[in-house]
């Protein structure tokens, strides 16, 4: 059988991305580093593996570093110690993998999941003491959302 370059080439592309793709959240430890204000993150101890999440506004919601934060989509809020808003992040991920990243990630965080619903995009709901977390996600033929609301408890 006698194949082109250009098949070659696309066969050789598709795996290489097939590949990576597969790795991008695999089970190893979340050693994650805060960005926004300058906090300190997690100690790693030598030789760990580079962090696949990282914080943006929100201290205690960490996000994959794969997806992209869309700024003109999204609106933080802040008076004093209050914050509140929503962070929209997008690109091409896998949809059960991040169902999978936030439940591990946020439950370090110290929150609970409250509940969740699945179709045709997935939400989680999640509660911590004075604060709660909505996130959406919803996949698009080639692209995935997340929308990461937070907002404090009425109490």
């Given amino acids: 059988m006698k194949f082109s370059k250009f098949t070659l080439a696309t066969i050789l592309a598709l795996s290489l991305g097939l590949a990576a793709g597969c ?20 100690a790693k101890p030598a030789g760990a593996p580079a962090s696949i999440g990282r914080y943006y506004d929100f201290d205690d919601i960490q996000v994959p570093n794969a997806l992209k934060l869309d700024k003109k989509r999204s609106l933080i ?9 929503v962070l929209v992040f997008t690109d091409n991920l896998e949809v059960q993998s991040l169902i999978n990243f936030f439940i591990d990630s946020m439950q370090k965080d110290n929150w609970i999941l409250q509940g969740s619903y699945k179709y045709p995009r997935v939400v989680l709901f999640f509660a911590k003491k004075g604060k709660t977390a909505v996130i959406n996600i919803l996949e698009d033929t080639f692209s995935t959302e997340v929308t990461i609301w937070v907002a404090p408890t009425v109490e």
């Fill in 23 to 42: 790795s991008i959240f695999s089970a190893q430890p979340v050693g994650a580093e805060k960005t926004q204000d300058g906090k300190a993150g997690k």
């Fill in 77 to 85: 809020f802040r008076a004093g110690k209050f914050k509140a808003g």
